[in-house]
């Protein structure tokens, strides 16, 4: 599978939660009405396949989108229908009605735009996915030869290493300007693994630290970006002794822990809105999403957050996986794992289970990847 590699487990373990809270503030995040008349919203996901008892199972993957009206039902459409190789999908977004998504096939990077399939030279896989102004697509991820990872880029398919860079997890695009957050190997700290942003490929010295002077060898990893245009936010989690994680956000580099209140916490991903960056992830087996400004410009500090608990009763163990946001309205996709055992793929609209429909009951060990929301035309 795609994720196994000596370091790619870090890409998956990220951590979370807030410092800093004004009572005072009260965020209302939904000032929009969501309708399925008004807003579509699009979940990539993966599945496994078993064409019979004695057949291996082989990774599928769809994408998701809720109907029209209530008289309808969602639909799903595969991706690649007839590959053996196994397909499997990491990041989406919508540009222009059309729906881009980011993977591979087997060993091989790439990227769907609607039905068509574009292999990415020189790439493993394809993490994240973004479209500027002009149309162009960008996307990371990252190669592998034997157990040597190296971060990519492309613009279009065009190939290009990512100085400093093992893993390139998310991008995001703004005033189209290509932000993308990963993490790197340290070779003379003895293969320390290090939180990196790039901006249009250009590499950035590693994230802040609360160890960096510290004898221990603690890993950092920044699994997702955003941007407002004037600042850019990063999230993701540094190890340290004694803690499983420190969930971090960084602000403009700036170093930002964040208050824990479980044993096992993670942040995954992060949106930008209008004043308001959107972080996802869970915080002590219950899947969250937090609402946090900025002080100002001038001070990369968190001023204050609110925050969203998305579990349901009876759930052992629950994650967000991604999050978007339009005119206030926050979608998340993620999984609930029952007191069984069983894993449910989850969607939730403004803090609101949404049924994903009988179809998707049809497929074996659904696992939600990204989300997005656009208006419909």
Known sequence: MLWKSKISYLALLYTVVMTACDPE?????YPDTFSNEKYAVYMAYTYDSIPSASAKKILCSGVWCNA??????????????GRDEGVEVSDICVKDNKVYVAGCFGNVAAYWEDDKE???PEGR??????VDSKGVVYTCGFQKEGYDESAKMWEGTNPRILKYGARAQKLSICNDKCYIAGYG????????????????????????QDH????????????DIASDGDNWWCVGHEGTFGVLHLPKVWINRSNNNLKREGSSSSLTCIKYENGVFYIG????????????????NKENRISNYKEYDLSTSGSTQSLVEDIDVLN??????????TASGSIIPKLWINGTIYSLGEQINNYSNVRPRAVAIVKRK
């Open 125 to 130: 896989g394809a993490l994240g996915i973004g």
């Open 212 to 223: 960096e002077n510290d004898n221990g060898d603690y890993p950092a990893c920044a699994n």
């Open 118 to 120: 574009v292999e990415l």
């Open 25 to 29: 503030v009260d965020q209302n995040p």
């Open 328 to 337: 206030g309205i926050v979608v998340c996709c993620g999984t609930e794992a």
């Open 68 to 81: 029209r009206s209530s008289a309808e039902a969602p639909t799903i459409r595969k991706l690649s229908p």
């Open 185 to 208: 190997i340290d070779a003379d700290r003895g293969d320390v693994v290090e939180a990196r942003i790039w901006i249009d490929g250009q590499a950035y010295n590693r994230l802040t």
């Open 281 to 296: 992830g869970n915080d002590g087996f219950h899947a969250m999403y937090w609402a946090a400004t900025q002080k100002s």
